[in-house]
Every structure is written in C-alpha cells, then in structure tokens.
C-alpha cells in the first residue's frame, strides 16, 4: 500500500481553506510541486487530490459505479435540477438515452445553420470595434455564445430577455461558488440580500423556460431546435416522455453548461493568440476555403484550426476540475481509498503535467497533430471529461468553437490590451480574473 501524501501550506493548517478560495490554481500548484501527482488536502473537510492519469481512468472509466458525483455537484442542484450534470444512477441514464439522439451528426449539421447565420450576423456586430477602444473579449464570447445557445434550445428569444439571462448566469454562479468555497459567509448572505437575489434570479429563469415550454404545446408547431427534441423524445422501453420539469432541468443544464464552456475556452484562445502570429497565420491559410464563415463540410476541410482549438482547451480547460465521492473501497495504483472518501480530480493539473506533457506551459498546437495524438494515452487529456459521463455536447462545442474561432481570425486581428493585467479565477468554469481586453484590428 501507498501512502499518499498530505499537503499541509505552512505550520497552521486552518488557513489552508481560505488560501485555496483565494488562488485555487496557485495553492494546488504548490500541492502537486511539494508532494507529486496525488496528495490529500483537508479545506473544510479532507480530500484526495489527483493529476495522474491512473485516477481519471480508474474513478471516470473502469471503476465509474463505485464513484458517484461529489458533494460539490450538490450546489448545481438549485439551477439544474435534475438534469444531467447533477443526476446519478438509474435516472440519469434513462435521461442520458433520451438526451442523446440531440446530439447525433446529422442534428448537429442542421443545427449548424442556425449557428452558422448568428455568427455571420456577429461578425458585422464586431467590425463596430475595429480600430476603436480595447474591449472585453469574454463578454462578447459570452454574447455570441449565448446568442447560439438560446437560438438552438427555444429558437426565438427577445433580446431583453437574453441580456437578463447573461448578467444571472454570471451572477448565479459567483453566488454558488461562494457557498461551496468560502462557507463562512453563508450567514452573512442570507442577511446581505445575496440569497433573496438568488432566489428571484431563479424564479425569473424558471418562469421564463417554463413559458416556452407551455407555449410549444399549445401551439402545436414542431421547429428543428433542442427544446423540440426534449419533447419528442420517448423511452424505447416505457413509451414515456419528459415532464415539464425535467425538460425544464435538461434545458437549462444544456444552456448553462454549453454556452459558457465554449465561451471561456474561445476567449483565452482569442487572448492566446494575440500573441502568436504565426499560428494565425496558419489559421487564415485554411480560412482561404471560405467567405464569411465556412460552411459544415468547410469546418471538417480545417484540421489545423482543431488543432488550435484542442491545444487552448488543454492549457485552458474551462472545465478544470471534476469531484467523485468513493462508494466502496478501491485500489488506484496501490493507493487505498475508503468507502466516502471525497476525490478532486485536476484537469488543469492534467494537461500541464510535466511528466506528460513536453514543455506543458507553452502553446503548440503540433500537440494534436495526427501523429502526436496516435501516440499519446488516451487519459493525458480530458477536456470534456470520460467514461459514460463524458459531455453529451462535446462534438456541438467543438464545431461551435471551430466555427466562431476560423470566421473571427480571417476577419479580424487581436491585440493585447498590455495595460490590463489577466489572471485566470476557477469559477464553476475557468473565468479570468476581470475580464480580457483585446483591440480589433
């Protein structure tokens, strides 16, 4: 048996909880520097923290019944419901089958269009900025984003309705990460007008997805969008359908989950890039195959800006860490984990692992280039997780993130706002520090 290592930031322990909600990345930095790839950690209760490889593949593939989602998921549940991010067991497989059918190739491909026409029309919206002031990249990320989001879930939505839904999202996540990361002020909350804006904020979204629910039932109309596929789809076993609120809780885990993963992915892309010319160029020589935006079978003519879009979602996984809570004894690797033991698995720690990675910190899409990739395990890189639980949307965000990525670089050129400094702040996704400035040229 191996002892795994405990991580201990100083003589007093009890400061370690509120060093991690200060610099997460920094603190497990120094974890994995001080003990190797896996280590325990006590923050408000005792964790097991991993970058190896071994861990994902045992807890995400091999052994995934004996895992279930960690205590952390728990604070989704006031959002999401029941839906797929936040269920376990039987119920969410049976969702699972019935989601899955959105997400085939040839959806996608009609879906596209639809994307296809909302990026366009960005494009025009962009060239306002040209020359102009430094902008906020990551609120124009958000903007496209959420933009195909809701277009592809519910088909129309006023404008009104989608800026109120952006400033929640933001807000509702900074309010559950709070909780999760700095429990001690969860009195203080409740006294500050946190919770009552929380609530409120939730009774809108609610009402509002509950709506166009009920609004598509009545009207009898069948349009080619996602919220039409929850509807239709039927257990092949039972012959039964959603309800209203489990369409509700798997709609707005698709918007919450989908929109704001590819938006923060593309935005430190967009950012990366600006200080990487050659690499741009690169991308505007495949960008030659089209106009404005490409078309579906354009996007799979580019495997270059993959490549791009790959290499930024490993040294920016917006989706950083995943936790499981053990439900029997395992073995990983000679270490022992007992029955409850709670688990912290570091994407981030993952794909900047030196003993997988070569020079890890540097930006090289040759990283995913057809031969690299042939020779690389499988389990190195996870940005959309593994196992039965890998993200249902893997393939419509990287078409979306190919799609906005190629069609901005033939357009534009970004530059670094150098008088705006950018540090990377883990939310529930990699969000940076107060925003990324960028001029378009």
Same mark, same amino acid.
């Given at each position: 048996?191996?002892?795994i290592? *405990?991580?201990?930031?100083?003589?007093?322990?009890?400061?370690?909880?509120?060093?991690?909600?200060?610099? %997460?990345?920094?603190?497990?930095?120094?974890?994995?520097d001080?003990?190797?790839?896996?280590?325990?950690?006590?923050?408000?209760?005792?964790?097991?923290? +991993?970058?190896?490889?071994?861990?994902?593949?045992?807890?995400?593939?091999?052994?995934?019944?004996?895992?279930?989602?960690?205590? +952390? @998921?728990?604070?989704?549940?006031p959002?999401?419901?029941?839906?797929?991010?936040?269920?376990?067991?039987d119920?969410?497989?049976?969702?699972?089958?019935?989601?899955?059918?959105?997400?085939?190739?040839?959806?996608?491909?009609?879906?596209?269009l639809?994307?296809?026409?909302?990026?366009?029309?960005?494009?025009?919206?962009?060239?306002?900025?040209?020359?102009?002031? #430094?902008?906020?990249?990551?609120?124009?990320?958000?903007?496209?984003?959420? *933009?195909?989001?809701?277009?592809?879930?519910?088909?129309?939505?006023?404008?009104?309705?989608?800026?109120?839904?952006?400033?929640?999202? @933001?807000?509702?996540?900074?309010?559950?990460?709070?909780?999760?990361?700095?429990?001690?002020?969860?009195?203080?909350? #409740?006294?500050?007008?946190?919770?009552?804006?929380?609530?409120?904020? !939730?009774?809108?979204?609610?009402?509002?997805?509950?709506?166009?629910?009920?609004?598509?039932?009545? +009207?009898?109309?069948?349009?080619?969008?996602?919220?039409?596929?929850?509807?239709?789809?039927?257990?092949e076993?039972?012959?039964?359908?959603?309800?209203?609120?489990?369409?509700?809780?798997?709609?707005?885990?698709?918007?919450? #989950?989908?929109h704001?993963?590819?938006?923060?992915?593309?935005?430190?892309?967009?950012?990366? !890039?600006?200080?990487? %010319?050659?690499?741009?160029?690169?991308?505007?020589?495949?960008?030659?195959?089209?106009d404005?935006?490409?078309?579906?079978w354009?996007?799979?003519q580019?495997?270059?800006?993959?490549?791009?879009?790959?290499?930024?979602?490993?040294?920016?996984? %917006?989706?950083?860490?995943?936790?499981?809570?053990?439900?029997?004894?395992?073995?990983?690797?000679g270490?022992?984990?007992?029955?409850?033991t709670?688990?912290?698995?570091?994407?981030?720690?993952?794909?900047?692992?030196?003993? !997988?990675?070569?020079?890890?910190?540097?930006?090289?899409?040759?990283?995913?280039?057809?031969?690299?990739?042939?020779?690389? #395990?499988?389990f190195?890189?996870?940005?959309?997780?593994?196992? %039965?639980?890998?993200?249902?949307?893997?393939?419509?965000?990287?078409?979306?993130?190919?799609?906005?990525?190629?069609?901005?670089?033939?357009?534009?050129?970004?530059?670094?706002?150098?008088?705006?400094?950018?540090?990377?702040?883990?939310?529930?996704?990699?969000?940076?520090?107060?925003?990324?400035?960028?001029?378009?040229?």
């Open positions: 048996m191996r002892p290592p *405990d991580f201990k930031l100083g003589k007093i322990s009890i400061l370690s909880p509120f060093k991690f909600a200060g610099d %997460p990345l920094r603190f497990l930095r120094q974890g994995f001080t003990c190797g790839d896996t280590f325990r950690l006590r923050l408000f209760r005792e964790f097991v923290v +991993s970058r190896d490889p071994a861990f994902f593949r045992h807890i995400l593939q091999q052994n995934n019944k004996n895992f279930k989602k960690g205590s +952390s @998921s728990k604070m989704l549940r959002v999401l419901g029941n839906g797929l991010v936040t269920s376990d067991g119920f969410w497989l049976r969702q699972r089958r019935l989601v899955q059918p959105a997400f085939h190739r040839e959806r996608l491909q009609e879906l596209f639809a994307m296809g026409q909302l990026t366009a029309d960005f494009l025009l919206e962009m060239e306002a900025f040209r020359g102009k002031e #430094a902008i906020d990249i990551d609120a124009k990320m958000m903007g496209i984003t959420s *933009d195909i989001a809701l277009k592809t879930l519910f088909g129309n939505m006023t404008t009104e309705d989608k800026a109120q839904i952006y400033h929640q999202v @933001s807000r509702t996540q900074r309010y559950l990460v709070t909780r999760v990361r700095r429990p001690y002020r969860v009195p203080w909350m #409740a006294l500050n007008g946190e919770d009552r804006r929380f609530r409120k904020d !939730l009774e809108y979204f609610n009402r509002l997805v509950f709506e166009f629910i009920k609004q598509r039932r009545i +009207s009898g109309e069948t349009p080619n969008d996602l919220l039409q596929l929850l509807l239709d789809s039927t257990d076993d039972t012959g039964e359908q959603m309800n209203d609120q489990q369409i509700r809780d798997e709609a707005i885990t698709m918007f919450a #989950a989908g704001e993963t590819s938006a923060t992915g593309l935005s430190w892309l967009l950012w990366e !890039l600006a200080k990487q %010319p050659e690499i741009v160029r690169k991308i505007r020589k495949e960008s030659e195959l089209f404005d935006v490409p078309s579906f354009q996007l799979m580019m495997p270059y800006t993959r490549q791009v879009v790959e290499e930024g979602l490993r040294l920016y996984p %917006p989706a950083w860490t995943m936790t499981r809570e053990a439900t029997a004894d395992s073995d990983i690797e270490y022992q984990l007992t029955k409850g709670s688990v912290f698995l570091s994407v981030f720690e993952l794909h900047r692992n030196p003993n !997988l990675w070569d020079n890890p910190q540097a930006f090289n899409p040759d990283n995913f280039s057809p031969e690299a990739v042939k020779n690389r #395990a499988k190195n890189y996870l940005p959309f997780g593994a196992g %039965p639980r890998i993200c249902i949307g893997q393939q419509f965000a990287m078409m979306e993130m190919q799609l906005i990525l190629a069609s901005l670089i033939k357009r534009f050129t970004f530059e670094s706002d150098v008088s705006h400094p950018v540090g990377m702040h883990p939310l529930i996704v990699l969000k940076s520090t107060n925003g990324i400035k960028l001029y378009v040229r």
